[in-house]
């Protein structure tokens, strides 16, 4: 079974500064995937972000990278130059390979960061 | 826009109904999963198909079911209604196995 965990439960950070939200995981497994979610105030899920356990560097997507730590089982995500439309809710998810879970590949989510950017 | 179509957006019925949620997936996506977020259980997975077969379940009650047709849309369909059903429920989609699900907008399910 896999768990992630999202011990911060809101955050606030100033307009155009960098915010690092943090996401543990436990898996005994191998190989997995791990992803970053937004949902804004509106519900809806948006995805920003994914890394392999077997990638060697760690993900970017523009402002958001993933800061993964394999062997602390961390996935942080920095999100650089903060503004005012990142303030949301920000997930943590995790997939365990098809191939070792026999074909599914359900995402676990952790229990969410609000971010707050402020002027 | 993510790609992935949910209706409706919004669901208001009473206890004991039935209600069928809709889902049209990215074109070229198999996969489909559906979600459940509420207050108290927070974003649940509930079940999977691929290319029209079920591939995994999660914790979905056995009032609740679900397809996916031909064409790769699904449905999700959940009976005898109860106020704990009350949530958000969204439908993912992804090109194939171990590839970012995208979401759809939700439906927001209010029961009586």
């Known amino acids: 079974a896999q768990k992630i965990t999202q011990t911060q439960p809101g955050m606030f950070v100033q307009e155009k500064e960098a915010v690092t939200l943090d996401c543990t995981y436990d898996?005994?497994?191998?190989?997995?995937?791990l992803f970053w979610y937004k949902q804004p105030s509106s519900g809806e899920m948006i995805f920003l972000i994914y890394?392999?356990?077997?990638?060697?560097q760690n993900a970017t997507e523009g402002r958001y990278s993933l800061n993964f730590q394999k062997a602390r089982k961390s996935a942080n995500l920095v999100i650089s130059a903060s503004q005012l439309g990142d303030s949301a809710m920000y997930f943590c998810?995790?997939?365990?390979?098809?191939?070792?879970?026999?074909?599914?590949?359900?995402?676990?989510f952790g229990t969410g960061t609000q971010l707050k950017v402020e002027l | 826009d993510s790609g992935v179509t949910q209706t409706p957006k919004h669901l208001i019925t009473a206890t004991g109904q039935r209600v069928t949620l809709r889902c049209s997936p990215r074109?070229?996506?198999?996969?489909v999963y559906w979600y459940q977020q509420s207050l108290d259980q927070g974003l649940q997975f509930l079940i999977q198909?691929?290319?029209?077969?079920?591939?995994a379940k999660g914790n979905i009650l056995e009032r609740f079911s679900a397809q996916q047709f031909p064409d790769l849309h699904s449905e999700l369909n959940l009976s005898s209604l109860e106020l704990g059903d009350s949530a958000l429920y969204f439908c993912?989609?992804?090109?194939?196995?171990?590839?970012?699900?995208?979401f759809g907008d939700g439906t927001r399910l209010s029961i009586l």
């Open positions: 993912a989609s992804s090109a194939g196995q171990d590839q970012p699900q995208h």
């Open positions: 898996t005994s497994d191998p190989s997995y995937g």
């Open positions: 890394q392999g356990s077997y990638d060697q």
């Open positions: 998810a995790m997939t365990l390979s098809h191939i070792l879970t026999g074909g599914g590949n359900k995402l676990t």
């Open positions: 074109s070229g996506d198999l996969s």
């Open positions: 198909y691929y290319n029209g077969e079920e591939r």
